[in-house]
């Protein structure tokens, strides 16, 4: 990386090296804006790239040329033509591999997902061997994927900040003053730096307006904490000491990146204090970010004995010695032999960071992970629209996570690199649903749908509308276990399932659907209502037939149109005469309990059926089989048999009374 990179990362998404050359002109001057590549000229390479394009006949050395020519415009900000020179590059029509690629890389970028698949298609049909047309492709997918997602975040450009350079790595202290840095005109040093033809970068200042919330205009900072050339990148701990990175040395004479100290006191920034840890001579150590209470350091560095080009790593104080441990990395849940960049801790202990080394959506994507020291899990990727298909780094966010900063390049952005803010976004859970008869499917107008809560006593009544469907508003409480039920007594007697319905987990505006049918009571359907039985030889109603009958007025109540026949039965003992007389005489008293309990008498039918419907083979007179052929007598039955055919059973007989009262 270089000096600039080290604050920041890699600037857009790393293509790889010229693959193949094209004829001595061609070749040559490839050749020369690689060249030009290396020293970080990219805007001279890119008028090389522009020549050859220009001057070739071959269309694959136009397409590789013109798709180098948008990679060098977007490293040094130029959006506009670098999006000119991809569509040069497609114009072409190469099939070569190379080109196909690129062109899949620069589609990832711009987060076009499906011509990145349509390429990397192509390409891995003439590359079989190379695995990364298959990392890519995962990439493409996940970014088509993700990009669908509803998300609980909502991300805007922070204008008032941003500029057409570099403006990255916001850094809040107490809500109303951000430290970010910016290589803009009108820095310290005015001399432009190689790599963008820009200025060295600077920390600048802005303040939110209390009143307001919004940010003030930025502010260079000219007092020690800004040198002449590149510094950024820093984060406060919960006291206000400043960590923060400079690269090249004071004097410009550096050799790397290295991680300072300092603090604001009364508007005055103290000396930056270089840690023991930093080695300008063999590697980089930038982005710090302390934990809140300041007794650990996490950072990037490409020091030796990492997992990858730059790992995350952290560092402790000893209060005691008032010192800082040597580098501890931060493993391999963390780290991957690619980049790991800008470590940023909650007060929770989530760690947030960026990497290029796993399977993101394109460049470098934020994600969390919950653990401490080298011990981390629950690596997640944040998915868009935290994540693009650019790079995306440099995150933070207040106590409850729902509101922060990061920085992207994006597609869309106000210029390089931009600083967008997020928030979260309205949680809004709807319910719906259609009401049909079980039977017919039919949708059901005018049924009442009732929906309560586990948290309070409140409910959502609802009414269907013509085609049977229902809405509730999309106010439902998060972490909730709702019930839904539906109903239409006026001509369903019987009210539908109960359904469980949770929002447990939901994080992002989801609705719910809980479909729903009614089932119509056939009115020659008869059912026997068990526990309504009687004593031998009598029609008194016995108490354990008394609560059955209570819950068959709860149900003559709720469905004040039903009526129905009560009908009583006898077991075979007795004649047939006076077994008919006594059914009735207890069909009547099951009757009289209904009526007494507040039942119009007008609904109810008292039949005596005596013993010829008996529920088992206890008869007491004639002959039976099989078990002895034709004419064999009916054996003794036990009490217990002859107690089930001394019951009432209940018959619905119709489901339109209108009370006369």
């Keep these: 990386m270089t000096k600039k990179n080290s604050l920041r990362i890699s600037a857009f998404i790393a293509l790889f090296g010229l693959l193949f050359l094209y004829g001595c002109g061609g070749g040559n001057s490839f050749e020369k804006a690689k060249k030009y590549e290396d020293a970080k000229k990219y805007f001279d390479a890119s008028q090389i790239y522009k020549k050859i394009y220009s001057s070739s006949k071959d269309k694959n050395e136009k397409a590789l040329a013109a798709i180098k020519a948008s990679e060098t415009f977007k490293q040094v900000g130029n959006i506009k033509e670098a999006d000119k020179w991809l569509n040069n590059a497609i114009k072409q029509n190469s099939t070569a591999p190379e080109v196909n690629l690129m062109k899949a890389k620069v589609f990832i970028y711009n987060e076009l997902y499906t011509d990145a698949l349509k390429s990397l298609n192509d390409y891995k049909k003439e590359s079989k061997n190379d695995t990364m047309g298959d990392y890519l492709t995962g990439v493409a997918t996940n970014g088509l994927k993700w990009k669908k997602e509803k998300s609980k975040y909502i991300v805007e450009n922070l204008k008032v900040i941003n500029t057409k350079f570099f403006d990255f790595a916001p850094a809040v202290f107490k809500k109303d003053l951000m ?143 008032k010192t800082w441990s040597d580098p501890i990395n931060a493993g391999p849940a963390i780290n991957t032999p690619k980049d790991e960049v800008y470590p940023w801790i909650h007060n929770d202990g989530t760690m947030f960071f960026s990497s290029n080394g796993k399977n993101g959506m394109g460049g470098m994507d934020i994600y969390s992970a919950i653990g401490q020291g080298k011990d981390w899990s629950e690596v997640k990727n944040m998915k868009a629209p935290i994540n693009s298909g650019a790079d995306d780094f440099a995150f933070s966010c207040d106590d409850r996570k729902e509101s922060g900063f990061l920085t992207s390049n994006r597609v869309g952005g106000k210029g390089n690199d931009d600083i967008y803010t997020f928030k979260m976004a309205p949680l809004e859970i709807c319910l719906v649903g259609t009401i049909t008869d079980c039977k017919t499917n039919e949708p059901l107008a005018n049924a009442i749908v009732t929906v309560t809560n586990s948290i309070d006593t409140s409910r959502i009544i609802l009414k269907t509308d013509a085609k049977g469907g229902y809405k509730t508003k999309c106010n439902l409480k998060p972490n909730a276990e709702y019930s839904v039920y539906a109903q239409k007594r006026e001509d369903y007697y019987f009210d539908s399932k109960v359904f469980d319905i949770s929002t447990m987990g939901i994080e992002v505006s989801t609705t719910l659907r809980q479909d729903m049918c009614l089932k119509q009571i056939d009115i020659k359907e008869v059912f026997t209502v068990k526990g309504i039985l009687y004593d031998l030889d009598r029609a008194e109603i016995r108490p354990d037939a008394a609560l059955i009958l209570d819950s068959l007025v709860l149900v003559m109540k709720k469905y004040a149109k039903i009526t129905i026949e009560l009908g009583s039965h006898t077991d075979c003992r007795a004649s047939y005469v006076y077994n008919i007389d006594l059914s009735q005489r207890r069909a009547d008293s099951a009757v009289a309990y209904i009526i007494n309990h507040g039942i119009d008498k007008e609904r109810l039918t008292a039949r005596g059926y005596g013993e010829t419907q008996l529920v088992n083979d206890c008869a007491c007179e004639g002959e039976k089989e099989p078990k002895g052929g034709k004419h064999a007598p009916f054996e003794p039955c036990s009490e217990d048999l002859h107690q089930l055919n001394r019951r009432t059973t209940v018959k619905v007989t119709g489901m339109n009374y209108i009370s006369k009262k």
């Design 179 to 321: 430290i970010f840095t910016s290589d803009r005109e009108g820095g310290i040093n005015k001399t432009p730096y190689s790599w963008t033809g820009y200025t060295f970068s600077d920390f600048y200042k802005s303040e939110r307006n209390k009143k307001t919330g919004n940010w003030g205009s930025p502010i260079l900072i000219k007092d020690k904490l800004n040198t002449k050339f590149n510094d950024g990148s820093g984060n406060f701990d919960s006291k206000g000491v400043f960590y923060c990175t400079q690269c090249n040395g004071k004097k410009g004479e550096g050799m790397h990146c290295n991680i300072y100290q300092t603090e604001l006191k009364n508007k005055d920034w103290d000396e930056p204090e270089l840690l023991p840890f930093n080695n300008d001579s063999l590697y980089d150590c930038s982005q710090p970010c302390p934990t809140p209470d300041g007794q650990i350091l996490f950072f990037s560095s490409n020091m030796p004995g990492g997992i990858g080009g730059h790992d995350i790593w952290f560092v402790t104080y000893s209060k005691k010695s």
